[in-house]
């Protein structure tokens, strides 16, 4: 969690105990991402569920054969809201692989459909 | 024969539905009257000729190398590839180029736009969505050139060196993608067409993740390239109060509000740090612009427990001396 969102929780924590003397009192910031994603009115602004979702994340990785040494690397350069993303979606997003795979697709639609006469574009063995 | 003929047609009617599948539904675009120069071809660019399903590693090392950094696909690999998935996610295409300190940036999904950047001499990644139903066939490729005349894409895709597309077969893949599209910049660039939010969550996002001296040039780039806006110099002096520079901070609070007065993260995080500097009456008074502003807003329920918290030091504080001299806001450069 960057400083802003650890600075956000620490008070609410702090505002929820009631700790703490009223002159040390605890700077609510609104970070930079926050009022940028507030623009867009894309996401959610909750931050204090960011340490769950990022500990989901780092064992969706490894389950997806990630390199246990790379893992937290890898997770620590994603933005809260990505991770927030991801923690539910992982299994489904655009995962960019290859063209081969569009080309084995192809080739099985255009067997299938010779085989039913539709096309006759494979040339006979001899 | 008959029934052989109907059934013919059936498969014929699948296999070209099956294709109109494949077509855009998105509004035909005029190429050649799109405002970017006629051809362009960056023919500088390298080419990492892709492994098995590892399009993501060879497309990002293509335009991480662009914007001058020495990388291969095999360097990117362990960085962005998921064996599960046998391929690469778009947010880790983003983590990976903040983790070479360069600024991530998302095009606006048009066109234009991704000429445009080419124009300005930055390939740009593309996703594109080759396939249909249960084989969608994602892949990434880099857009290193186009032809508005001819109207053709040239790509850098797959074990492709220079793949040339007509330009209506790369929409039809790049639409279904939805016209995901990014550039990496070196901090302190700009892009073509920059879009304000797109810049500045690219930006934002390399402060999150610690990146903070690239994060400071892309904010000072912002701020030159978008004099008049707030978020750039709100930026700036986010920064500046993690760095701890409290002072310039407060200036830089100043100036974004000069620029944004009805700006709610403004004027919060202004009162906060006059807080923070002793100056408690000043404070009490900015937070309850604030409060204001935060009405029936997403920023609502934080800035009322930071007014009610900071009225409640001001009732108490009667010593506080504020150092602040509320002459107009200078220009402040931040030290690094």
Partial sequence: MNFCNRMIVTTLCLALFNLG????????????????????????????????????????????????????????????????MLSSQVDQVAAGSSVLAVIGVVFIVLMILEAVGVIDIFKKFP | MIHACISRAVLLGIALALTACTA????????????VPGVVELSDTPFFAQQDYQCGPAALATVLSSASVEVTPEDLAPMVYLPGRHGTLQAELLAAVRRHSRIPYVLLPSLDALFAEVAAGRPV???QKLGIGPFPAWHYAVVIGYDTTAELVLLRSGTDARLVMPVDHFLAGWNRADRWAMAVLNPG??????????????????????????ALLAYEAAVRHWPDAVLPRLGLANLAYQQGQLAAAELGYRDAIERGPGDVVARNNHAEVLLKLGCTREAADEIEVARVLADGGPFAGVVDSSADRIAAVALKDNVSVCPVVFEPAARVSLSR
């Fill in chain 2, 189 to 214: 660039e700009v892009p073509a067409k920059a879009d304000l939010n797109h810049y500045m969550k690219a930006a934002a996002g390399l402060e999150e993740v610690g990146q903070i001296n690239s």
């Fill in chain 2, 24 to 35: 855009s539904r998105q509004p035909v675009t005029a190429v050649a009257e799109l405002d």
């Fill in chain 2, 125 to 127: 990644l593309v996703l």
């Fill in chain 1, 21 to 84: 003397s009223p002159r040390v009192a605890q700077a609510a910031m609104i970070s930079t991402m926050q009022a940028v994603e507030s623009n867009t009115r894309a996401q959610d602004l909750a931050t204090v569920n960011a340490a769950l979702s990022r500990a989901k994340v780092r064992e969706q990785f490894v389950a997806l054969g990630v390199d246990p040494a790379q893992v937290e690397a890898r997770v620590a350069s994603l933005t809260d809201s990505e991770i927030h």
